[in-house]
């Protein structure tokens, strides 16, 4: 059987000036990385910043299992399905972490026939940005401890101080160290540590920034610390935003790409769900819908991450209404959510089917709240039956909705034709109505109650009084207006990734509080979740190396 990998290499790809064009971008406003890859210069992002927007479908999945789902897969099919229908379309997406590729999730190109391209490329280095921004990050660091080595005019206090260093991969031994040891010449030492790079603030703030001046004014209001006597040192205290916004300049024009199938696809930043706000940037999604009548968008992890930081973070932020919603499942992770083994997904169960669709039903219901239409996208297995998919279809119906089977993995467009059919049938009826969870006047704790109680469905929040003093502190300097970006496992509704289905009455954890001042939200640690994963037992760079002729092997 071929491999995505297999799949990607045996495909013809277009030239990118030919994917610009189709796209509507002029050769002149094209930066190339290359025959297949480009980005697109500032110039033409603002002459198109007046036209008229299209349609924005945001599509998510399911609590992940690992039996999969496909979200990325079935963004890009749904997309490759609409320009096949005639619709002009456009596909955003997140850039993959190398942390998941040599870990244990893989790239995040999709799959199949369903897949953008150049794979490896993306997969791996791509075109620097996330160099740039692990750069940035450590700029800052770098320029703080400086500062006070050369006698700490601010007068931070070593004590009080947030930022840390990041790099884009898993490494549970430097989630925390002591840095500055070796005496006088190296500085003070003090306690630090290294976030992944998809969780670092600086990644939050590519990703929301407007332009170049909104990118500067937001790396400027990052704080770094605070005084014995409590007041907030920013980077701009620092006189570290400058040089950390002309790092960045390059990398934030959005990236081109192609699909396997021809379609345009924008690939540009990449935070995680679970630990960050899970979007892909905010000048990539609004130059697609300055050029396409449709943009197709995905969000990380399930709905209750991904989609909910996107709906009450960066849509608020960006000012953007979703028109549509798709939520994707597999059959074989709706069995995993009704307690059967991976083992055992192969074999029908409609029983299990119809135990763990709580799980997509609440996830449903979940983005109706938002007042978005949904469909439902199942990715067809083999081993799916008949009357798996009616249990399915049955539950969705009473929710108002519809289960769409797609192939798109096997058959490219002409597989998700039915979905794409079922999306234009919602954007035409118009039934969107957005609007976010909660107001910006709610209290920061009663921010993550709303999602706790909202989307988790659970009992309540555990806020130590340490965290609210914190919450309370944060109100105090101006930022009780902000959202909140809440951490946690992506594998439950609950703080407790063994917590399948759509458990009711947990309460959640807050561990901590952080305040992202610059990417314009509060973090919220919950649980066990680390800001910088580890890698497994057996971590997928062991079967990643080269052939003889150099090509790359392992990666998917």
Not at 504 to 532: D, K, N, Q, Y
Request: with cysteine; aromatic share 6%; net charge neutral.
């Amino acid at each position: 059987m071929a491999t995505d990998l297999d799949i990607a290499r045996a495909a013809r790809l277009w030239p990118i000036a030919e994917i610009a064009a189709r796209a509507g971008i002029p050769d002149a406003a094209l930066i190339p990385f290359g025959r297949h890859k480009a980005k697109v210069d500032f110039g033409f992002l603002n002459a198109q910043a007046a036209r008229p927007p299209g349609r924005l479908v945001l599509v998510t999945g399911i609590s992940p299992t690992p039996a999969g789902e496909g979200k990325t897969t079935t963004t890009v099919g749904l997309g490759d399905a609409l320009n096949a229908l005639g619709t002009r379309t456009m596909i955003c997406l997140r850039e993959p972490s190398l942390g998941p590729c040599f870990g244990m999730k893989g790239g995040a190109t999709g799959g199949g026939r369903a897949q953008v391209a150049p794979m490896e490329d993306i997969n791996l280095h791509f075109t620097g940005d996330f160099h740039a921004i692990t750069s940035a990050n450590n700029l800052l660091a770098a320029m703080l401890d400086n500062h006070m080595y050369w006698g700490n005019e601010l007068g931070l206090d070593a004590r009080r101080i947030t930022w840390q260093r990041a790099m884009d991969m898993n490494d549970r031994a430097l989630r925390g160290i002591v840095a500055g040891l070796g005496g006088v010449a190296n500085g003070f030492p003090r306690e630090d540590g290294f976030d992944i790079t998809v969780a670092s603030e600086v990644m939050a703030i590519f990703c929301l920034a407007r332009d170049l001046a909104d990118l500067q004014d937001r790396l400027g209001r990052i704080i770094v610390g605070a005084t014995r006597e409590g007041r907030a040192v920013t980077a701009r205290d620092l006189k570290a935003d400058g040089a950390m916004a002309a790092l960045l300049r390059d990398a934030l024009a959005p990236n081109l790409v192609q699909t396997l199938e021809g379609s345009p696809a924008l690939v540009h930043g990449g935070p995680f769900a679970n630990i960050a706000h899970g979007c892909n940037s905010v000048i990539a999604t609004r130059l697609g819908l300055s050029l396409a009548d449709v943009v197709v968008t995905e969000a990380g992890f399930g709905a209750d991450l991904g989609a909910e930081k996107f709906l009450d973070i960066k849509c608020r932020s960006a000012g953007l209404a979703p028109a549509a919603c798709v939520v994707v499942a597999t059959i074989r992770a709706l069995k995993m959510h009704g307690g059967v083994a991976k083992a055992d997904l192969g074999r029908e169960d409609a029983a299990a089917v119809r135990r763990g669709v709580v799980n997509l039903a609440r996830h449903v219901e979940n983005m109706q709240k938002f007042g978005l239409p949904v469909v439902v996208a199942i990715n067809r297995f083999a081993t799916d039956t008949a009357e798996e998919f009616d249990a399915v279809q049955a539950a969705m119906a009473r929710l108002g909705t519809e289960a769409v089977l797609c192939t798109h993995w096997a058959d490219g467009a002409a597989g998700a034709a039915d979905l794409a059919r079922a999306v234009l049938a919602r954007l035409a009826a118009g039934e969107a109505r957005f609007h976010p969870l909660y107001p910006d006047a709610l209290p920061l704790a009663e921010k993550l109650r709303s999602i706790a109680r909202e989307i988790y469905r659970a009992a309540d929040v555990a806020i130590p009084a340490s965290v609210m003093a914190r919450l309370k502190r944060f109100e105090d300097q101006g930022f009780g207006h902000v959202p909140v970006c809440i951490a946690k496992t992506q594998y439950s509704f609950s703080a407790d990734p063994s917590l399948l289905g759509a458990p009711e009455g947990h309460v959640l954890p807050v561990r901590e509080v952080r305040l992202s001042a610059g990417a314009g939200f509060v973090v919220a640690v919950c649980g066990e979740i680390m800001t910088m994963p580890g890698l497994p037992r057996r971590p997928a760079a062991e079967t990643i190396g080269l052939d003889a002729e150099g090509n790359i092997e392992g990666l998917f």
